[in-house]
């Protein structure tokens, strides 16, 4: 289904009501670890309405999942069926130390591969492309659902795992690539590795970088940048986590929206504190409850991100479902306080990008002082012509955006990490 042809707000939600109740006729009668929660929130497969079950379902957080695996290991209780139902294991990055182990059956893995083909749709990918992956094929489920949806379209699908930087672009230009996979930070790496190598990106055929991972496919500033380095190619965000799946795609009409994909997700958007919805306009918690995942399901689950909701009508491209304004603004404990003002990195990002000249930075939060501080070391370019030049613009740029003095340093080519996955930019000191 295109996003020009998704049905109004009224069957969208009719929709999703009857396929929670189905979900929950499964999780009542042998999800041991819902039935607990659902039966003491007075909770039946007859729930009136998804107001009523939002106001009555409580929250289902991450430490409740890590806690569960703990004390039911490996996998817990959240289990719907068998253990000899289930094909498919993925796993998360560490929390706390102790990443958590998800198990999908045949179905749900299908029911996610068809969310990534609503993705591969809304950024005009067909059986004509040719798709690389530029990452380690790790137990992280984003990696395995893109690739095998981008299969079943037809795609010419390339792994990139266990490859240097350089091999990577060797292999997009003699495949003739046309989309990239990746994180947006490493579509930048690439673009620097190609201008050491003297690799003319211009001659590429990548015509769409289809990012996740971070927020910097919804930044202005980092999209600007990443299509700049590589030219005739347009950015595409999209989002999701291993706990729920695939979850928005990017608007082909309004860069900087991500659509959540309100067939598979009922998605609210709560104030963190409180746990009261939020309006348009206003910036809170994602919240998810996934309606086709039933071997392993989460209700009302606390994502973490930090999200903006878009006016509530039509899109240009179509699509009536729910949009997030800036797509994943950062993580809701990400925030850092610096002298009374609220920073996320994701805001710290915009301001460098959009400066431009800074092929990586980092951010260094100066905690051993009474009230944290905030100072940025920056590289240039090789042979950047004025490197002070560009630290006193970067300061100017971020005393205008936050009203605060936050110190950059220019520092050597080479000296920062770089990264193929999520960036660690911001560090404690």
Not at 384 to 392: N, S
Request: proline share 7%; glycine share 8%.
């Amino acid at each position: 289904m295109t996003p020009s042809s998704f049905p109004n707000r009224r069957r969208i939600q009719a929709d999703q009501l009857e396929k929670l109740r189905s979900l929950l006729t499964i999780l009542l009668s042998s999800n041991s670890f819902y039935r607990r929660k659902l039966q003491a929130a007075g909770i039946t497969v007859a729930v009136s309405s998804l107001d009523d079950f939002s106001k009555r379902m409580p929250f289902t957080f991450k430490q409740e999942l890590v806690d569960d695996q703990r004390e039911s290991p490996p996998y817990g209780s959240n289990l719907s069926y068998s253990i000899d139902r289930y094909t498919r294991l993925s796993q998360t990055s560490a929390t706390s130390g102790k990443p958590m182990r998800w198990l999908d059956t045949p179905a749900d893995w299908e029911w996610m591969l068809n969310n990534w083909r609503q993705v591969y749709q809304a950024a005009e990918v067909s059986s004509r492309d040719r798709i690389f992956f530029a990452f380690s094929f790790a137990p992280f489920l984003g990696f395995w659902t893109a690739f095998e949806s981008a299969v079943g379209l037809g795609c010419l699908c390339i792994p990139g795992g266990g490859l240097s930087s350089a091999a990577r672009l060797r292999m997009i230009f003699e495949n003739e690539i046309t989309v990239l996979c990746c994180a947006p930070t490493y579509a930048l790496r690439l673009a620097e590795v190609a201008a050491h190598e003297e690799v003319k990106l211009s001659s590429s055929k990548v015509r769409r970088i289809i990012v996740a991972g971070e927020p910097g496919g919804s930044i202005p500033g980092t999209c600007a940048q990443i299509e700049r380095l590589w030219p005739g190619a347009r950015v595409i965000d999209h989002h999701g986590m291993t706990e729920v799946g695939p979850v928005s795609y990017g608007c082909p009409r309004r860069p900087g929206m991500l659509h959540v994909i309100e067939a598979s997700y009922i998605a609210e958007v709560i104030d963190p504190s409180t746990g009261r919805a939020l309006q348009t306009g206003e910036k809170g918690e994602l919240v998810l409850t996934s309606l086709g995942r039933t071997g392993s399901p989460l209700l009302r689950y606390r994502t973490g991100d930090l999200v903006q909701l878009a006016a509530d009508e039509p899109c240009p491209c179509g699509s009536c479902e729910l949009g997030l304004q800036g797509g994943i603004l950062g993580r809701i404990d990400d925030m850092v306080v610096v002298r009374g003002v609220n920073i996320y990195p994701s805001a710290v990002e915009e301001v460098i990008r959009s400066c431009g000249g800074v092929a990586e930075y980092r951010v260094e939060i100066l905690s051993e002082r009474v009230l944290p501080e905030l100072a940025i070391k920056a590289e240039a370019p090789p042979d950047y012509p004025e490197p002070r030049a560009l630290a006193e613009r970067l300061e100017a740029a971020l005393r205008t955006a936050f009203a605060l003095r936050i110190p950059v340093s220019i520092v050597p080519s080479g000296t920062l990490p770089r990264f193929e996955m999520k960036a660690r930019r911001w560090v404690r000191v």
